[in-house]
């Protein structure tokens, strides 16, 4: 690790003010980015964390929208979002305890990974991601491996959840590092359906627009019979190969489909 | 009823306090008075050319004391191996040298090239960052067939081939066993990779060096399997400093699995720059540093063919194996595919001829090495998998076809040199089958197809050569050492007892099962019994803890010592009795007079001893205190048999392990709650390979799988609760206790029963056509045999 300053500010203006600083970086829970410092992957000349900052964490549930501080920690999300019970589940399967009391759902939306759980829930609700300066819809929001809409110094306060009449993760664990090898989040609103997967595309988590559509007509597992999405443009690599991938991405979301009905 | 104290009894280990209540000491827990911190500068390349280093800009960081390469290591040697194979023509292999620091090549990622020595550990790596060696990057070497091409790029220039050896066993067979396979009614061939494994102990590697400039004296402190091993190779032959001027100290060790036997270049490297500098030095590696600068396990590729009579006789067998040394021969790498491989081809079998062939390779890779198991496995892994297989094309049951070739008369001589002194397979596997309940398994196998998954049941038997090992054996066999052990007991004028042994414990429970030991047979309180290890200054030479060999080799040089003890003690209470020696008897912590009522309680013979007052001075020396050098006249060979029955996701290729049963032969059992936790660590680390763990290197040579991220250990959920059974004993015959062993047999015996088991999930569940995958069976593996 490089020598760095933090600031542990309790307010938003202050973490808004400190990160006005040449080379800061917001920090959520760290488990992502503290271990790319230890591994100097990374330099920042100061980290302002956003735990401390009470308006940055809870959940909210209003009619029928759930709403999630970004500093929220994982382990919050799976005890306390009752009201949305698939992505209350989603989020106690993060990791271990430990990266669940510390890691937070802002944290994870920014860093994008492309195998991580909760792009899935965000995208396959249809969330909206709030931000010191916008509302960003999560159709627009992630662009791909590790990118997202978000500009310099624009961090995420707060993540506002349609909650669906039904919903399902199904997360395939990648052997090694328990992330999701292929991850399928379905959710089912009146008239419509959502699915979003994650883990399986060099783009990062999708829209399974086909396997929405079959949903659309027949909500039923067998309804996907003959969709099925191409290994082109899929993870390759030792843990499994882009067929491997793409097959994965059909049976998660045929297992959460069949969990729903 | 089971024992509550003494032999047989499962007393709580006492050291646990300690490591669970976070007092233990380690070696990094060790900071002494003015240390530095040193910092490896390594090669990300895997092979090149090392045209120079540039220190000028790190010499210059904050906090730096001084940057050393190559140059700057005078008269220091190289790092030693500590065994000689000799090859299928009688030449010895062919040995290159292994620089503390890369010069003229680097040669895997991870080979050290500089050192920064820097008042922090952060200064050391800032400056660490500023060294720019000048690299002219070459081909990597890393297919292990590709390597002995005629035109193949050398790993070592100074050598005739990448080939480090070429080794036959048993040359004189090799004709018999070419004729029965060519002739034999059946014949199965089986190819198969055991792959490379990160050995992962708990702690990573650490080292501290220390000088004393009144005295003249080093001292290192280290990770260490073998405290006095790492002082006879690094004193010797890369340092030059007599033993009586050098201690090593391995203190609290947090697991080594074979990883910390060998003599690494930190360690010489921290111990020679404290002298440099005037300071002591200290190293920490960090994570992602040992999995490129500990030596890998395993790492071979293999054909096998047994050849079998129509009833199922095995008439021969024959292997061809590739094994991977890496870029330079770690302490005992050559000895790991050959002497604990090739002698244990056998199996449980009565197979008349064998014919090994290995073939060792350099390549750009970090060294390979023993690894718990240490060739067992991959013997064992091979010939069980072949077995397997046999049975299956011979449409003969797979418990009865290894039934119809077990062992059943002792002692053995295997056709592979060495001799089974006792054993009975028919047990374990009788035993196996009773605690299996293999007649349930249709009905469970239904149950499972219902939820649409394929269960399916793997067995296999395995056996291990142990308690290594008789030194005039090893000598021929091309280890430049002996395998003995050594124990000094002293008890103490108030009768306690200290054991030194040069035995030492990482994990494997020594300070309770060694104290049981001592304390049964002097009929004692265990806690009256304290055990000191891991200091070269206060311990008898000992050769280490690997091999499975503490408690075979080194418990019977305590329990030597303590005969002595016995015998002396028995000589002062006849005096205190007024009694010939011959009649005194010892129970209960007392000594006696046969047939009388007249007696003396320890303590008053243990003060006698160092009070001499009425004491037979002319007779005897007063104190009580012996020591006992134990050499084995004989490996130990604990056996069993393992079962292993697992459901396989037929729509994503994921593996779950529903029950693991293991019935062993360890012999007379010290301490069942140790050896149970010893085989439930094996068994979880041998289904670690089965399933989960693989080192993998790219074409560039990079290791991918190079941190948790992508190298995946198995975890407690990846795992059933184990059934571990150890009521066969066949105690050996040929040391004190009866003892065989019972560190490795799990690590040794599980990896074929699961991969059995899946490809009979798979058989049953109609995908006939696979008949073997290579570990580790990881879900997109087995989705993949099934396409
Ligand atoms: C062992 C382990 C297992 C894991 N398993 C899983 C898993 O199964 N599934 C899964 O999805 N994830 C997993 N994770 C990742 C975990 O969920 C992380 O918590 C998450 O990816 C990052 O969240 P964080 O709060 O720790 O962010 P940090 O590490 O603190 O930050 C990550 C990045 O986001 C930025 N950032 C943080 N907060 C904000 C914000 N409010 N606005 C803008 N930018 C911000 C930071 O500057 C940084 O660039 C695992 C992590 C570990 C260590």
Redesign the interface.
């Known amino acids: 690790?490089?020598?760095f300053d933090l600031d542990r500010p309790v307010t938003l203006e202050a973490a808004l003010a400190a990160l006005k600083a040449e080379d800061a970086q917001p920090l959520g829970g760290g488990q992502t980015l503290i271990p790319a410092l230890k591994?100097?992957l990374a330099a920042p000349s100061r980290l302002v964390s956003l735990a401390a900052i009470p308006d940055l964490c809870g959940i909210d549930l209003e009619g029928e929208t759930l709403t999630i501080g970004a500093a929220t920690p994982h382990a919050m999300v799976a005890g306390q979002a009752g009201a949305y019970p698939a992505l209350a589940a989603l989020a106690g399967g993060i990791g271990d305890p430990a990266v669940r009391n510390r890691g937070t759902i802002g944290g994870s939306l920014a860093n994008n990974d492309p195998s991580a759980c909760y792009p899935a829930a965000v995208l396959g609700s249809g969330a909206v991601i709030c931000t010191n300066i916008r509302e960003i819809a999560a159709d627009d929001f992630f662009e791909g491996m590790f990118a997202t809409a978000l500009e310099d110094g624009e961090i995420i306060i707060r993540v506002r959840f349609p909650v669906p009449q039904a919903a399902c993760y199904r997360k395939?664990d990648h052997?090694?590092?328990r992330f999701a090898?292929a991850g399928a989040f379905v959710a089912r609103f009146p008239g419509s359906v959502r699915v979003a997967i994650t883990g399986v595309s060099e783009e990062g988590v999708f829209r399974w627009s086909e396997a929405e559509a079959a949903l659309s007509a027949r909500f039923a597992p067998d309804a996907l019979e003959g969709v099925s999405l191409p290994p082109e443009g899929m993870i390759e690599?030792?843990?499994?190969?882009s067929a491997?991938r793409a097959?994965?991405a059909g049976?998660m979301t045929r297992r959460a489909v069949a969990a729903m009905v | 009823m089971p024992k509550d104290h003494g032999i047989g009894a499962s007393s709580k280990r006492r050291e646990d306090i300690r490591f669970l209540t976070g007092k233990g000491r380690y070696t990094d827990d060790i900071n002494l008075p003015g240390q530095a911190h040193a910092c490896f500068v390594r090669s990300q390349v895997a092979h090149g050319r090392l045209k120079g280093v540039d220190i000028s800009a790190a010499q210059k960081m904050p906090g730096v004391i001084r940057v050393f390469t190559a140059i700057d290591l005078e008269g220091v040697g190289g790092l030693p191996c500590g065994w000689q194979v000799t090859d299928r023509h009688g030449n010895p292999m062919q040995e290159p040298g292994h620089p503390v620091l890369a010069t003229g090549k680097v040669r895997h990622v991870g080979d050290p090239i500089a050192v920064v020595v820097a008042e922090t550990p952060?200064q050391a790596?800032?400056a660490a960052?500023a060294v720019q060696p000048d690299i002219e990057e070459l081909p990597p070497v890393l297919d292990l067939r590709g390597a002995l091409a005629e035109d193949a790029v050398k790993v070592h220039e100074e050598l005739s081939s990448n080939l480090c050896y070429d080794w036959g066993f048993v040359e004189n067979n090799r004709e018999d066993v070419d004729k029965a396979i060519a002739t034999a009614h059946h014949v199965t061939t089986l190819d198969l990779v055991n792959q490379r494994l990160i050995p992962n102990a708990m702690e990573p590697r650490v080292a501290i060096g220390d000088f004393n400039p009144a005295t003249g004296d080093s001292t290192l402190y280290t990770t260490s399997q073998n405290p006095h091993v790492i002082r006879l190779l690094m004193g010797a032959f890369v340092l030059g400093i007599p033993e009586h001027k050098l201690r090593v100290v391995a203190p609290d060790v947090g697991g080594g699995f074979g990883s910390k036997i060998f003599h690494y270049a930190e360690e010489a490297f921290c111990t020679f720059a404290a002298k440099a500098l005037g300071r002591p030095v200290k190293w920490t590696c960090q994570r992602?540093e040992s999995f490129m600068s500990d030596a890998h396990g395993r790492d071979h590729v293999t054909k096998i063919e047994l050849a079998l009579d129509k009833n199922g006789r095995f008439l021969a067998l024959r292997t061809q194996t590739h094994a991977n040394m890496g870029a330079y021969l770690s302490t005992f790498a050559p000895s790991v595919p050959t002497w604990l491989h090739g002698t244990l081809m056998a199996g449980n079998y009565r197979t008349p001829l064998i014919y090994v062939n290995v073939k060792a390779v350099f390549t750009n890779t970090v060294p390979v090495d023993a690894y718990r198991g240490a060739g067992r496995p991959e013997a064992t892994f091979q010939l069980e998998r072949v077995i397997d297989k046999a049975a299956r094309e011979m449409g003969i049951d797979p418990i009865e076809l290894r039934r119809r070739n077990f062992v059943t008369e002792f002692p053995y001589a295997t056709p592979v040199a060495v001799e089974y002194d006792t054993g009975d397979y028919h047990a374990t596997m009788d035993k196996l089958v009773e605690i299996a309940d293999f007649a349930g398994f249709e009905a469970r196998r239904a149950k499972s197809a219902a939820r649409g998954k394929l269960r399916g049941l793997g067995v296999n038997c395995y056996i291990e050569a142990c308690g290594i090992a008789p030194s005039h054996l090893v000598g021929q066999l091309g280890a430049r050492a002996g395998l003995y052990e050594a124990a000094t007991v002293r008890v103490n004028a108030t009768g306690g007892l200290v054991v030194m042994t040069g035995s030492h414990s990482h994990g494997q429970g020594h300070e309770t099962s060694f104290a049981q030991v001592v304390a049964d047979m002097i009929g004692l309180d265990e806690n009256m019994v304290e055990i000191v290890h891991g200091d070269t200054a206060n311990t008898p030479m000992g050769m280490g803890t690997y091999g499975s060999r503490s408690l075979a080799v080194g418990g019977s040089a305590i329990v030597r010592a303590t005969e002595k003890i016995i015998a002396k003690a028995k000589k002062i209470a006849a005096h205190l009795m007024e009694a010939a020696p011959e009649d005194i008897e010892l129970k209960n912590g007392a000594f006696s007079v046969a047939g009388t009522d007249k007696s003396v309680a320890w303590g008053d013979v243990t003060l006698a001893a160092y009070v001499p007052h009425n004491y037979p001075l002319e007779e005897i020396e007063p104190g009580l205190e012996e020591t006992a050098f134990y050499d084995p006249n004989n490996f130990t060979f604990p056996a069993g048999a393992y079962a292993c029955e697992v459901e396989v996701d037929p729509?994503?290729?994921?593996v779950e392990v529903c029950s693991f049963v293991a019935t062993d032969d360890f012999g007379t059992i010290v301490n069942p709650m140790i050896v149970d936790g010893q085989v439930h660590g094996g068994i979880a680390q041998g289904l670690g390979q089965a399933l989960?763990e693989?080192a993998?290197y790219d074409e560039y040579g990079q290791l991918?799988?190079g941190s948790?991220?992508?190298?995946?250990?198995p975890r407690a959920d990846d795992l059933p609760s184990f059934t571990v059974d150890h009521s066969c004993q066949t105690p050996c015959t040929h040391n004190p206790l009866g003892v065989k062993g019972c560190g490795e047999a799990g690590a040794i015996g599980s990896p074929p029963a699961l991969v059995n088991a899946v490809v009979d999930a798979l058989n049953r569940g109609g995908y006939e056509h696979i008949t073997h995958i290579d570990m580790p069976l990881?879900?997109?593996r087995v989705?993949?045999a099934m396409r």
């Open positions: 690790m490089y020598s591994q100097r395939f052997p090694a590092s090898l690599d030792l843990h499994g190969s491997y097959h994965l049976v | 952060e790596r800032d960052e992602s729509e994503t290729g994921k989960l693989r993998v991918l799988s948790y991220m992508d190298y995946a250990m990881t879900p997109s989705w993949a």
